[in-house]
Structure formats: structure tokens, C-alpha cells
């Protein structure tokens, strides 16, 4: 698994503005918090802070969790920085970090290594070794340390949990209207294109092998999406399958882009690509040329999408 950068006290001098949390997907719910907490460090005149873990807590205390993350690492922090965040900084979670107690967190961690001012966290925080502490806990730790907090409602907190919980069933039903809904943007993965078989040119299709590196990264239900792209300034559109490709013999799973009005060499390219909508499932067709008139009717319907979505 992609080890995330991460940020230590010798560089972290500021005193801060921190909220607590995975922010995973830094959807519609999250933005409203990321709102108070920048708009409360220029006001205080302190840096704004997200604290964050990784490997996500599920993946490291629950053996058998596969749960799949709407971001990478990265890619959160990329989105965070654009909602105006001065600084994500990454924890990594382990079994001992999960066994500090909540004041040796709160003294080790947001106090001599974030040098917290005030917090920003919700109604129902706990944490701590076996999450044992909460928000007047915190409030109690404010006073001996010298930070105020600030509490996040329950209605707010009930927004970001269900979003999550809904823009990951969507996705996975491919759903991806209601998911870009959810989040406020248009769901995306980054990825290198990587050599394939070659089998898209060979029926007037030329297909960019798309290779997702972080094995966390949620990919959405297998069918035909319209997509958009970019490289080197100039945007893409086309379509993408994500599937095994049955009608050609296809057995493992792959993520294939026809870029529409493109005829370049992008091996080794990182790639940004948007999910605009989904076009249908994936198929079985009884031949090649059948195949063919359905990516044709794909392509036509792929356009009007995007026309459609600017």
C-alpha cells in the first residue's frame, strides 16, 4: 500500500485551527466543515489544520476490512489545499498509535505537535485507546492545556456520515449522478496508462489501458461511463469500460478510455479522469462487428452526455 507523505513537529511551528477526521471523499458535507474550519483561522488568525490517518482506522482494527476509500491520500489533500486548507496532516494509525491514551494524544499530537489553539470536532467524537474520550473530555483537556472547542452539530455531523454512506452505494451500483451530487464534483481516479493487449485498435477503437496504483481507491460498478480528461492543458473526452471485455476473451478486470479525436503515444502518462455519467453495462456481444454498432451507439450517446453535463 502507497505510504503517505507525512508531517512532523521540527517543521510545524504555527499555531493552529484543527479538525479530526478521514474527511474521505471531502464531499458537500465535509466542505461546509472545511468552510467553518479556514474561515475560523483567518479570523483567529491561525493556520487551519486537518488531522487525518491513514491506512484508514477499519483497515488496521478490523482483520477482514475491505473497505475501498473515495480518495487516495493525495488525492484528498489535493482537494482539501483547493477548499483553501493551509495544511493536511497525516498520521499514520497503527495499533500503538490506537493504544495512546486521549490525553497522551492530546498533549503529544495537538498540543506540542500541532500547537492547537481551537478545535473544531463533532458532537459525537470519541477517541483515545478504545475511544474512551469525548467532546467534554476534550473540552476538560482545552482548559489544562490552553485551547477552546468548538462543536460541530449533530445535523451537520449526520450529513457528512450519511453522504459517505450513500456516495459509496452509488458508486458501487454505478450510480454516478447521485455520487457527483453527494460530493460536489465530479468523481475521479488518477492512474498511469500502461500497455494492453492492443485489441480496441484492431476494431477502430483505440483503448488507453488505465493502471490505478493504490489498491484502497474505489472503482466504480463495471459498464460504460462518458468521461473527461486532461493532458497537458487540452481536455479529453471519450468513454470508458470498465469490465473484463467478454466478447473478446477478456478474464481480468480493466480500465479502458477511448479518447475521442486523439492519436497519441501516452504510455507512462499519469491521468486524471472524471466520471461524467454511466451509459449502460457491460455486455457479451455474439461478435466482433455487433460490438463495433454498440460502441458507435456509445460513442454518439457518450457526446451528448458531455454536451449536456458543458
Known amino acids: 500500500m ?14 493552529s485551527v484543527v479538525t479530526i477526521g478521514t474527511f474521505d471523499g471531502v464531499h458537500i458535507g465535509h466542505q461546509k466543515i472545511i468552510k467553518r474550519l479556514t474561515n475560523s483561522g483567518k479570523e483567529k488568525k491561525l493556520k487551519s489544520v486537518v488531522l487525518t490517518f491513514f491506512p484508514h482506522p477499519r483497515m488496521v482494527l478490523q482483520k477482514h476490512s475491505d473497505i475501498k476509500l473515495l480518495n487516495t491520500i493525495n488525492e484528498r489533500e489535493s482537494i482539501l489545499k483547493d477548499l483553501g486548507l493551509d495544511e493536511m496532516i497525516v498520521k499514520p494509525f497503527t ?5 495512546l491514551s486521549a490525553h497522551e494524544f492530546v498533549k503529544t499530537i495537538l498540543v506540542e505537535e500541532l500547537q492547537a489553539k481551537h478545535v473544531i470536532i463533532g458532537y459525537d467524537h470519541q477517541f483515545g485507546k478504545n475511544r474512551s474520550a469525548d467532546i467534554n473530555d476534550l473540552k476538560g483537556f482545552g482548559k489544562e ?3 477552546t472547542v468548538e462543536e460541530i452539530s449533530a445535523q451537520d455531523v449526520e450529513d457528512v456520515a450519511v453522504s459517505s454512506t450513500k456516495i459509496r452505494t452509488a458508486l458501487n451500483q454505478g450510480d454516478i449522478t447521485v455520487a457527483n451530487a453527494y460530493l460536489g464534483y465530479n468523481y475521479f481516479i488518477n492512474g498511469i496508462v500502461v500497455k494492453g493487449k492492443g485489441l480496441g485498435k484492431k476494431i477502430g477503437f483505440p483503448t488507453a489501458n488505465i493502471e490505478v496504483i493504490e ?3 474505489l472503482i ?4 460504460v461511463y462518458a468521461i473527461k480528461s486532461n493532458l497537458n492543458d487540452e481536455p479529453l473526452l471519450g468513454m470508458m469500460n470498465i469490465g473484463n471485455n467478454p466478447t473478446v476473451g477478456g478474464s481480468n478486470k480493466t480500465i479502458e478510455v477511448n479518447f475521442f479525436d486523439f492519436d497519441e503515444d501516452i504510455y507512462g502518462k499519469s491521468l486524471k479522469i472524471e466520471f461524467i455519467s ?10 466482433v462487428e455487433l460490438l463495433q454498432d454498440q460502441l458507435k451507439k456509445d460513442k454518439l450517446e457518450t457526446i451528448n452526455s458531455l454536451r449536456n453535463h458543458g
Open 145 to 147: 492545556f490552553g485551547f
Open 95 to 99: 495499533k500503538d498509535f490506537a493504544n
Open 220 to 223: 466504480p460498478k463495471d459498464g
Open 215 to 217: 489498491d484502497y481507491k
Open 2 to 15: 502507497q505510504q503517505p507523505k507525512t508531517h512532523h513537529s521540527k517543521i510545524y511551528k504555527s499555531n
Open 278 to 287: 454511466r451509459l449502460r453495462d457491460e455486455q457479451k456481444f455474439e461478435s
